[in-house]
């Protein structure tokens, strides 16, 4: 029996995103922008979308699978696929997803997309008008604990906690974002500079550890990838990026109720990283391309140090601006402007960016650009990660 | 000066159409924080679950527990982000770890001043918070520094 492994036997070949808009600002329907997000993919793949057999998303996307493939005119669907979870927990997932099908034979040509219209429908960071609430919210929002901020608040706290580490690291996680987003022309936070002063004056969120620049935008928008066998990735007009492992899952009873997660103070990949880097055959110092949903930077932290990038004890160190930007960092960290700065487009924006970077095509092009690992959703339950390789590192 | 740490407003706690948690609810109401227990292999269990995560049994208990904890995470939100805390300020709310039941854990609001520092370690104990005048009327489960 062949190796059960995804590595290297798919290859992403084509990339698209919309213009990104802050929240309600879109022109175009949530709907209508996945479509505009996989047309403009197959077309830098090369590839039809009357070609497309598969979709695969998460986050409960709203934009149907078997509604786009009509939509487009897709010949015969053959995979149609959403990943559990809420959030971006899903986002390395449903490539991965995309990729298993693939690689298996269930299908040839998957888009993993994610399409968000936040002013057509309800936004993350304002909770709902529902007088009551039941399971899990019945026990949390009389209690004022209703945003995803606020969900996820308490495990960065105690994290912070554990290891001693101070509010400074998480300034140079969003200083970094902020600065690589100012030369993206698609980074909605583009002309809106950031620097630690400006940092530490602003707003609470929450105490500890949640200025508003700890927090991720809301944005309209969609991204969508194109994933291919790997024989046939060679072909099109691109370097393929090779998907060389996909870990997804939860630590031991992750989504218990009401806080009960047994590892609560977690992003949750720490049982995940280390399947995926043994698919992979690689290990964290591999990766010269760091990509890490920002929900909020406390996840981003923890996602580091379980991923093996940053060591706790050290992180309150190494976790400064200068470190992490592609101006002579030794981690270029979020080099597109990430979630913070670019856009929330449920980190698929991230994973676009990686396939640029392994292109050699960045707008901050890293010069270590063979292996890029991106981490998707720290915190929510469960979450998903993603190692894609150029062809030399297959 | 209302009763209530929070503003009225806020979603009401609900059971829910699959009862799951309804004998928690009613406990509250009552004076007593119940929370489950396996009649098989007595692990303690919270939140409220159909089966025992350790045993599979589907015979699990409601057992009454002394509102006792520390607190093991806390946060103070200041942003309001429902319309009910508009112009409120900060709160507090914690998670409290109870020893003395498996280390199962409990979300409130720390009663008190909204701005007083908070210690992870802290030792609290359950306050209920009877709202009679809600239709239906409900208790919360509140805590202070012991």
């Known amino acids: 029996m062949a190796d059960r492994t995804l590595r290297g036997k798919t290859a992403i070949a084509g990339v698209g995103e919309t213009i990104y808009y802050k929240h309600g600002q879109s022109p175009d329907s949530e709907f209508k922008l996945a479509l505009q997000a996989i047309v403009k993919a197959c077309e830098d793949a090369g590839i039809s979308p009357h070609e497309v057999d598969g979709f695969a998303s998460y986050g409960n996307d709203r934009s149907d699978g078997p509604r786009l493939a009509a939509a487009l005119g897709v010949k015969e669907l053959k995979f149609s696929n959403m990943f559990w979870g809420g959030g971006g927990g899903g986002v390395c997932g449903a490539v991965g997803n995309a990729s298993a099908a693939v690689a298996t034979g269930m299908a040839d040509c998957v888009v993993a997309f994610r399409s968000l219209a936040q002013g057509q429908y309800a936004r993350y960071g304002r909770s709902g008008s529902a007088a009551a609430v039941m399971g899990d919210d019945a026990f949390l929002f009389p209690y004022g604990v209703m945003s995803p901020a606020q969900r996820f608040a308490m495990k960065i706290t105690r994290f912070m906690h554990d290891h001693g580490i101070k509010q400074e690291a998480l300034r140079g996680i969003a200083l970094a974002c902020y600065h690589h987003a100012q030369k993206n022309p698609n980074a909605v936070m583009r002309g809106r500079e950031l620097d630690a002063e400006k940092y530490d004056a602003s707003r609470w969120i929450i105490e500890p550890f949640h200025h508003l620049y700890d927090c991720c935008q809301e944005n309209d928008g969609a991204a969508a990838v194109i994933v291919v066998p790997a024989d046939r990735a060679k072909d099109t007009q691109h370097k393929p990026s090779y998907v060389m492992a996909c870990g997804q899952g939860g630590d031991h009873r992750s989504a218990a109720p009401v806080h009960n997660m047994p590892n609560y103070p977690s992003s949750h990949f720490g049982k995940l990283a280390p399947r995926m880097y043994a698919m992979a055959k690689m290990s964290p110092s591999d990766m010269g391309i760091v990509q890490c949903y920002e929900n909020f930077t406390g996840g981003v932290l923890m996602s580091l140090i379980e991923h093996g990038m940053v060591k706790p004890e050290e992180a309150n160190e190494f976790l400064v601006k200068e470190n992490l930007i592609v101006e002579g960092g030794r981690m270029p960290l979020n080099t597109s402007g990430g979630n913070l700065a670019e856009c929330y487009m449920h980190g698929l924006e991230l994973v676009i960016e990686a396939v640029r970077q392994i292109r050699g095509t960045a707008i901050n092009q890293v010069a270590r650009n063979d292996a890029a690992i991106i981490m998707g959703g720290p915190m929510v339950t469960p979450v998903s990660s993603l190692i894609l390789g150029s062809e030399a590192t297959l | ?146």
């Open chain 2, 1 to 146: 000066m209302s009763d209530y740490y929070l503003p009225e407003g806020l979603p009401t706690p609900s059971s829910g159409p699959d009862g799951l948690s309804a004998p928690f609810w009613e406990g509250t109401r009552a004076g007593k924080l119940r929370v489950q227990k396996c009649k098989s292999c007595q692990s303690w269990q919270w939140g409220p679950e159909w089966v025992c995560h350790r045993c599979h049994s589907f015979d699990l208990g409601w057992e009454e527990i002394e509102g006792t904890g520390r607190i093991y995470s806390y946060q103070r939100p200041h942003h309001p982000v429902h319309a009910a805390l508009n112009g409120h300020g900060p709160y507090v709310a914690v998670l409290v770890e109870l020893p003395a039941y498996g280390n199962i854990r409990m979300v409130g609001n720390l009663l008190g001043n909204p701005l007083q520092p908070v210690t992870i370690g802290a030792s609290v104990e359950a306050v209920f918070e009877p709202h009679d005048t809600a239709t239906p009327p409900y208790t919360l489960v509140q805590w202070r520094l012991a």
